[in-house]
């Protein structure tokens, strides 16, 4: 017996917590009646539909593993209800259904991964499992020493102290940040504390993972190599 939002996760519709809010909304029954929160099923006995769909591995297919770099201008969704283009426009030729892992908002632009894994997800998205994601920023102004040091050390925001991260000023005068955090808007905010303001915002890694020379807009297939050592990072074992 498992929770029911395990199960939902590692069928691939989305994270743990995208299956509990699909629970929530009644969408999800077990062998006829609505689910609860907090159900356990039998995945090889119980019958388990989302939307009607049949919730088994079998039915959703292979495993999918996608970079995409995200251009300005989409939202990190599955769909928006203002009616925002999604990144899902731009990965629509891939036949099964994925989700984006985690967002970049609306203006930031870089290195994106959508699957249908969901225990993957929810390992690279937990705040437990301290993922690295690096960023290059165009700021206002250059950067001092003591202000990259500020940056590496932590910077207090509204919500609390920011946790150490590493900061350095690059050669053509951007700023290169690399957190294991993943609070919303969070560089935006680390970098016009210590005054100077995000013009643009780019997400070139997470974990092992590198964007690399993709170009905007596009997309590529992970390879297996990539989505091993993705796994490796989302455990905690590869901390560098």
């Known amino acids: 017996m498992e929770r029911l939002q395990k199960i939902l996760a590692a069928a ?3 994270s743990r917590r995208r299956c509990e809010d699909m629970i929530r909304e009644g969408r999800v029954t077990v062998n006829g009646r609505p689910a609860r929160l907090g159900d356990s099923c ?16 079998r039915a959703l297919g292979r495993r999918v593993y996608v970079l995409l770099n995200k251009p300005k201008g989409y939202v990190s969704t599955v769909r928006d209800e203002a009616g925002r283009p999604t990144v899902m426009d731009l990965v629509a030729s891939v036949k099964e259904r994925i989700y984006p ?9 870089g290195l994106l991964i959508l699957t249908n894994d969901g225990e993957l997800a ?8 301290l993922v ?16 990259l040091a500020e940056l590496s050390a932590g910077v ?16 053509d005068g951007r700023v290169r ?12 905010r680390m970098l016009a504390a210590v005054g100077h303001p995000v013009q643009e915002l780019r997400r070139v890694r997470v974990g092992p993972l590198e964007l690399g020379d993709l170009p905007l807009g596009a997309f590529r297939h992970l390879m ?17």
């Not at 207090?156 to 050669?171: F, K, Q, S, V």
Request: charge should be positive; hydrophobic fraction near 35%; avoid cysteine.
């Open 12 to 14: 691939g519709f989305g």
């Open 42 to 57: 039998d995945p090889g006995q119980d019958r388990i539909l989302v939307d009607g769909v049949p919730a088994n591995r």
């Open 101 to 109: 892992v985690g967002r970049l908002d609306r203006e930031t632009e």
């Open 122 to 129: 929810y390992a690279l998205t937990h705040p437990r499992h």
């Open 132 to 147: 690295e994601k690096v960023y290059v920023a165009q700021v206002q102004g250059r950067p001092s020493e003591a202000v």
């Open 156 to 171: 207090l925001l509204e919500d609390g102290l920011t946790a150490p991260a590493r900061a350095r000023l690059l050669p």
């Open 177 to 188: 940040l690399a957190l294991r955090e993943g609070r919303n808007h969070q560089v935006r």
């Open 224 to 240: 297996p190599r990539e989505v091993k050592a993705l796994k490796k990072a989302a455990s905690g074992e590869a901390r560098g």
